[in-house]
């Protein structure tokens, strides 16, 4: 409550979300399952991305080993796909962590629902919500694939230029898939939503996040070129 006044954000009702009839009727309305999918929908193109370049790199490596036959070469694939995944979820919580919640230049659904009163902001916090439990469950998997790592056998490389490269990999692709869908094709909100021109913010975003990738890619490949 004192955050809306600070901020003049005009309040009506309940200051308690969850007791407030507009707010209940903003989040579950014939939109709320549309809204799940749409929160759901770049998280399952990161994770078809994933599985794609995860296949890849696994048949890339077996080819090495079938060409250099009695050469012991350490696998980078368990390592970049567990580091890749938290990655996808680290960028994910940055994401709503920094420009959601610190900075406030844009919310879940500010361009469709704006922010601007008590009941579009409670909206809007509920989808945050939502998007930041995505991410959760991103993290979840990226630590479990890292604790199979660690506690695996194998000729597997361990190094922390792959570690870093696949946290980078996964950042700007989360960035990327992210920025195009929700900025872009569905339009849900802009990097700085209060900006007279939105697209000089969601440009420099996925110039930067262009920038994680192919740092991260660089970082990947030549530690394994160098093995």
């Known amino acids: 409550m004192l955050t809306a006044l600070l901020t003049g954000i005009t309040v009506t009702g309940s200051a308690c979300p969850f007791c407030n009839k507009e707010i209940l009727k903003g989040i579950y309305d014939s939109q709320f399952y549309p809204n799940l999918l749409t929160m759901l929908s770049a998280f399952i193109v990161l994770a078809v991305i994933v599985v794609i370049l995860v296949t890849i790199a696994a048949k890339n490596h077996r080819s090495r080993l079938a060409a250099n036959p009695g050469v012991q070469i350490l696998s980078p694939v368990p390592l970049t796909t567990a580091s890749m995944v938290l990655g996808i979820g680290l960028g994910g919580f940055m994401d709503g962590i920094v420009l959601h919640q610190v900075l406030q230049v844009h919310e879940m659904l500010s361009n469709k629902i704006p922010a601007?009163?008590?009941?579009?902001?409670?909206?809007?916090m509920f989808w945050d919500g939502i998007f930041h439990f995505f991410c959760m469950l991103v993290v979840l998997a990226g630590i479990i694939l890292m604790w199979k790592l660690l506690s695996g056998k194998g000729d597997i490389d361990r190094s922390g230029k792959l570690f870093g490269g696949g946290l980078l990999l996964g950042w700007g692709l989360?960035?990327?898939?992210?920025?195009?869908?929700?900025?872009?094709?569905?339009?849900?909100?802009?990097v700085i939503e209060f900006s007279a021109n939105h697209n000089t913010g969601?440009?420099?975003?996925?110039?930067?996040?262009?920038?994680?990738?192919v740092i991260g890619y660089v970082l990947v490949t030549r530690k394994h070129q160098h093995r």
């Open 116 to 124: 601007t009163t008590y009941t579009g902001k409670s909206i809007n």
């Open 202 to 213: 969601n440009f420099i975003f996925l110039g930067v996040s262009v920038m994680m990738l």
């Open 174 to 190: 989360f960035n990327i898939v992210e920025g195009l869908i929700d900025h872009q094709l569905l339009k849900l909100h802009n």
